[in-house]
């Protein structure tokens, strides 16, 4: 049999009728309308005296759609536009373009302020309550963690605030916030590309807007995670501001530059210190220790520091190839240290704790495939405006996951983004009318399909806000 028979009397036209490419992404939409987020969007974008062809909250969320579908640029609202058989009126690149426009400061705060209200609502819904965070084999309860990190952007043309960046390359620096426990894309702050890294301002500001987007009910218990970008006197004295305030608990797990002095502190702990590193999964992590430095560091330099920080390191053999310092060539050990202010739970948990915080790589790696990778336009607020679409996209993957990729939907729920599309939001439907409904008729070929018909049943179960 020839290899090529497959394709024998095949040919290709462009008349077919009733079909919809992308039918997962209707999912998607369904799920912005059932959590509110679409009509918060419309309240946020409301003018007076002004009614656009357009409803402006509309526009905002199938752009955040398209981006969940995996769209790179405004062009690909298309795509929905498409399906219009089952979505009704999408609009425009040219409108889209206008909506951008006016998303003024103003308008960022009230949108802000309304995916805090749709996210109060989502967290009310979830089946199982809030999904604690891994750590160690074993959990936080119920302790939202929040990761703070940057990553840059680079950009091929000219565009308002692009810079040269600490990495030599060229474009933009923005700062996020991702809920640890659930992946929600909390708040973002887009930088210039020569933004610093540790800049204590920025982290504030977002952080800031990050936990104002956390429920009421759940900022009880809060844990902050960075890497050494966040290790600045300025951010580490507001950490601990913001866990004086009553009934609130706010615990930090920072990374910590190796100095001279913390060197100093490392040669004076005793081998029968060092105790074994955990792994991930809560084993002993082979040729990893950890030792508490606090007591062992210059009085001086401690007294510049919030009087609760422990200074925490972990030693382990470095990888063939890795580049040591002078101080790590001596003895061969690797060294990496964090600061805490947790008083309680040993060595090994906390340090494997803090390096749990590298999830959020994943994260942003997540978001530069839903729009954070490429900005469109020249103008920066626009751009802005963009950042925080691309933060609702996020939010919407992770409110399917919850809400949705339960019960006979499970085999989806692990997936990553790039999978999910490829398995449900770009599977294609037949569309078919009768007795007054639309049907969509998902192949009963596709090997998820009765997952995907579960997903729009959960979806539809969502109770409406009041």
């Known amino acids: 049999m020839k290899r090529t028979s497959w394709s024998t009397g095949l040919s290709v036209t462009g008349d077919g009728v009733g079909v919809v490419a992308h039918a997962g992404s209707v999912a998607t939409r369904l799920l912005g309308d059932r959590t509110g987020l679409t009509s918060e969007l419309s309240k946020a974008m409301t003018r007076s005296r002004f009614n656009p062809g357009h409803d402006r ?25 498409h399906q219009a058989g089952v979505l009704g009126p999408v609009a425009s690149a040219p409108t889209v373009w206008r909506t951008l426009k006016v998303v003024t400061p103003g308008r960022l705060k009230k949108i ?17 309550g809030l999904p604690a965070s891994k750590v160690a084999g074993t959990d936080l309860g119920d302790v ?44 973002a702050k887009l930088r210039a590309g020569n933004a610093g890294s540790n800049t204590t301002t920025d982290h504030i500001e977002v952080l800031t807007d990050a936990i104002a987007q956390v429920p009421g009910t759940h900022r009880k218990r809060l844990l902050i995670r960075s890497d050494g970008a966040g290790a600045s006197h300025g951010l580490l004295d507001w950490l601990t501001e913001q866990g004086q305030v009553r009934g609130r608990s706010v615990e930090y797990s920072v990374g910590f530059a190796i100095t001279e002095k913390l060197r100093n502190a490392i040669d004076l702990v005793p081998e029968k210190i060092w105790a074994p590193a955990s792994d991930a999964d809560g084993s002993v992590r082979e040729g990893g220790d950890v030792a508490e430095l606090t007591g062992l560091i210059d009085k001086s330099v401690m007294a510049k520091w919030p009087t609760a920080m422990r200074v925490i390191v972990r030693r382990e053999r ?45 994260r942003i790696r997540h978001a ?41 939907a499970t085999i989806l729920a692990a997936c990553e983004p790039k999978a999910l599309r490829y398995r449900f939001l770009h599977v294609p439907a037949r569309l078919t009318h009768g007795a007054r409904r639309r049907r969509l008729r998902i192949p009963e070929s596709w090997p998820w399909a009765a997952a995907i018909v579960a997903v729009f049943a959960n979806i539809a179960a969502i109770p409406q806000p009041v």
């Not at 805090?116 to 199982?128: F, K, N, T």
């Not at 790590?328 to 690797?334: A, F, K, N, V, Y």
């Not at 679409?389 to 006979?408: C, E, H, K, N």
């Open 368 to 408: 530069k495939d839903s729009g954070l990778g490429r900005f469109p336009s020249r103008e920066f607020d626009i751009n802005q405006a963009w950042l925080t679409l691309v933060q609702i996209a996020a939010d919407l993957t992770a409110w399917t996951r919850l809400l949705a990729l339960t019960g006979d």
């Open 112 to 128: 802000a302020a309304a995916r805090a209200r749709v996210r109060r609502h989502v967290w009310s819904q979830l089946p199982d």
């Open 144 to 187: 939202v963690v929040l990761d703070i990190d940057a990553t840059v952007v680079i950009t091929h043309s000219e565009k308002e605030n692009a810079a040269a960046t600490f990495k030599r390359t060229f474009g933009f620096h923005p700062i996020g916030v991702w809920c640890d426990n659930t992946t929600e894309f909390l708040a």
């Open 57 to 81: 909250g509309r526009v905002l969320a199938d752009v955040a759609v398209m981006l969940a579908d995996g769209g790179e640029a405004i062009a690909d609202i298309d795509v929905l536009r």
């Open 318 to 362: 470095p990888h063939p190839g890795a580049q040591l310092s002078l101080f790590e060539e001596r003895d061969g050990w690797r060294y990496q240290a964090f600061v805490t202010n947790t008083t309680t739970g040993q060595l090994a948990f906390l340090e494997a704790r803090h390096r749990a915080h590298a999830r959020v790589e994943d």
